[in-house]
C-alpha cells in the first residue's frame, strides 16, 4: 500500500523538487552554450535519432528478417520529427546540460574550460580526442586478451598450492 502511495505521489514531488530549484544564472547559461558549441553537441541530434530509428526497425524486424524501405523511411521521419519536438524545439537537450554543467562546475571552472578548448592545445584535443579513444580501446582490448591465461595460470597454481596443502592436512 505504502509503495502505490508513494509511486502516486512521486511526480508531484518531482514537480515541487524542480520548482523549488535554482535557476541557472545567465552567466553560466552563456557559459555552457558556449562550452555546447565548442564541443559541436548538437551533433547529437542526428547520432540520437540515428540510434533510435535503428533500434526500433531492429525490433520491427524480429518477426519478419526485414523491415520494408518505406517503413524504415516512415519510422526514420517520425523520429526525426518526435526528437526535433522532444530536444530542440522545447530547448530540452540544452536543459539537460545547464542542470549538468551547474551541478559540476563553478562559473571560474567553466570559463577555465571555455578557455582550454578555444586554446591550440583544447584545439588539439577536440581535434584528436575521437582517435585516441578509440586507438586506447581498441590496445586495451588487444592487452586483455592476453590476460585469461595469466589468470587462469594463477588460479591453477592457487588451486595446486591448495589442493597440496589439503594434502598434507589429511596426511598429519
Known amino acids: 500500500m505504502f509503495a502505490r502511495i508513494s509511486f502516486l505521489l512521486l511526480p508531484f514531488i518531482i514537480c515541487i523538487n524542480n520548482t523549488w530549484a535554482e535557476p541557472i544564472t545567465p552567466e553560466k547559461r552563456k557559459l555552457v552554450d558556449q562550452l555546447l558549441e565548442i564541443n559541436q553537441t548538437a551533433k547529437l541530434i542526428p547520432l540520437m535519432t540515428s540510434g533510435l530509428s535503428n533500434q526500433i526497425l531492429a525490433a520491427l524486424s524480429k518477426g519478419s528478417n526485414s523491415v520494408d524501405k518505406d517503413l524504415q523511411k516512415i519510422v526514420y521521419s517520425e523520429v526525426k520529427t518526435?526528437?526535433?519536438?522532444?530536444?530542440?524545439?522545447?530547448?530540452?537537450?540544452?536543459?539537460?546540460?545547464?542542470?549538468?554543467?551547474?551541478?559540476?562546475?563553478?562559473?571560474?571552472?567553466?570559463?577555465?574550460?571555455?578557455?582550454?578548448?578555444?586554446?591550440?592545445?583544447?584545439?588539439?584535443?577536440?581535434?584528436?580526442?575521437?582517435?585516441?579513444?578509440k586507438r586506447s580501446q581498441n590496445e586495451a582490448k588487444t592487452h586483455a586478451k592476453a590476460i585469461g591465461p595469466i589468470v587462469q595460470k594463477r588460479v591453477m597454481?592457487?588451486?595446486d598450492s591448495m589442493e597440496e596443502e589439503l594434502s598434507q592436512l589429511e596426511k598429519n
Open 82 to 133: 518526435v526528437m526535433r519536438e522532444e530536444f530542440v524545439l522545447n530547448n530540452k537537450l540544452n536543459d539537460i546540460f545547464y542542470g549538468l554543467y551547474d551541478e559540476y562546475f563553478s562559473v571560474s571552472q567553466m570559463q577555465d574550460l571555455v578557455n582550454f578548448f578555444n586554446s591550440s592545445a583544447g584545439q588539439q584535443l577536440m581535434k584528436h580526442s575521437i582517435d585516441i579513444s
Open 157 to 159: 597454481k592457487l588451486l
